[in-house]
């Protein structure tokens, strides 16, 4: 398994997540990379490789160019305008306001740009946000040339992210991004499986009228889960893109086995779909003690998780997604990692 990883997503280092109505120490931390490397390396999963600088035009291939320049400059216009503390949305373009227009202040412009208030922009993020799709492309390179599975330990994470909104920790849409390579570089179809406990609204909006991309999410309820407003059942593409969007929304609780049975269908559908590659988005905040998410995996669950991914019998990249309970987030990942590996 080659894994690939950036110093470079230490440059997010935001201090503030608006958190049920007070301003915490973010959940989206860099110590998660370092946890999760520790143990990989302790475990040997597998040799670690430091993307190359792939620039923008990955970016530009599924994400608003005026999006990509807001991201770019937010930093600096926000110090630019002399506000103290860090970047955080106030005002949207709610539903009896004018969304047509993109405002001039940043203060304005935040809010037309992001999904929600939690994600705070601070010096760096950007600069991390573009190691983090560096490392997916990393990953998604290795895996087109080889067939071999790879891991991008990604953050920020992405799967949040649509094409023109940033919101839930993520900024640039790793998955989608690796997607689009994929299908730059001759895949025909390749399905994106979103494991982690949210919804992936940005991967599923970036690819809801197309059929070169099957999306897939199993997540926690949208009736009373972060995103709330998309992942239900119902959502299931437009245009050509009908049927290659499939919603699996289950509810705080859900036991592993159910859990394992939904995946099953979803690993049926790939299959059925003829998809050439497999994209997991990996988020490991089902497990039984995230501080923010409702699922119930426990450590050796995840090994049973990376098992049945193989089933999809394609080549796979995996993506980092979410997890925030940093004491056990690095043995999570490593038993997704082993079990894959077992199964194949
Ligand atoms: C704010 C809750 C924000 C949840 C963000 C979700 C992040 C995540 N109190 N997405 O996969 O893990
Ligand atoms: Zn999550």
């Known amino acids: 398994m080659h894994i690939f990883y950036s110093d470079k997503t230490r440059l997010r280092q ?38 190359r600088a792939f620039g923008l035009e990955p970016v530009l291939a599924v994400h608003d160019a005026d999006y ?66 560096d490392v997916a492309l990393g990953a998604v390179e290795q895996t087109l040339a080889t067939g071999e599975p790879s891991f991008g330990l990604c953050r920020p994470p992405g799967h949040h992210a649509a094409f023109d909104q940033f919101g839930g920790y993520c900024f640039f849409n790793n998955a989608a991004i690796a997607a689009q390579r994929a299908l ?18 940005g991967t599923q909006q970036i690819f809801y009228e197309r059929d070169d991309v099957l999306f897939i999410s199993l997540h926690g309820d949208p009736e009373v889960t972060f995103p709330y407003y998309s992942g239900y059942a ?20 859900t036991t592993v086995d159910t859990w394992m049975a939904t995946l099953d269908n979803a690993l049926a559908r790939i299959k059925e779909a003829q998809c050439d590659m497999l994209i997991v988005s990996l988020g490991v905040d089902i497990f039984e003690g ?13 090994s049973l998780l990376g098992q049945r991914l193989t089933q999809a019998g ?23 990692l082993q079990g894959f590996k077992q199964g194949i």
């Not at 049920?20 to 990989?40: T, Y």
């Not at 730059?184 to 609204?201: E, P, Q, T, W, Y």
């Not at 995996?318 to 940093?326: F, I, K, P, Q």
């Open 290 to 302: 995230d501080p923010i998410s409702a699922f119930t995996f426990t450590s050796g669950d995840f």
């Open 234 to 253: 119902d959502e299931t593409g437009r245009g050509s893109g009908e049927g290659f969007n499939t919603n699996y929304p289950l509810p705080p609780g």
């Open 14 to 51: 935001a201090r503030t997540e608006l958190h049920d109505g007070v301003l915490v120490a973010p959940f989206e931390c860099p110590e998660r990379v370092d946890l999760v490397l520790k143990q990989l390396q302790q475990a040997a999963v597998g040799e670690l490789f430091e993307p």
């Open 314 to 336: 394609l080549p796979t990249v995996l993506l980092m997604e979410g997890g925030y309970a940093v004491d056990d987030i690095g043995i999570n990942v490593v038993n997704v």
């Open 68 to 133: 990509v320049n807001f991201l770019a400059d937010c930093w600096h216009e926000w110090v630019a305008a002399g506000h103290e503390g860090e970047a955080i949305p106030n005002i949207w373009p709610a539903r009896t306001l004018r969304g047509d227009r993109i405002p001039r202040v940043v203060s304005a412009k935040l809010g037309y740009y992001a999904l929600a208030a939690e994600t705070s922009i601070s010096e760096g993020t950007f600069e991390a946000a573009m190691a983090s799709k």
């Open 184 to 201: 730059a570089s001759g895949k025909r179809r390749v399905a994106i499986l979103d494991v982690d406990f949210h919804h992936g609204n």
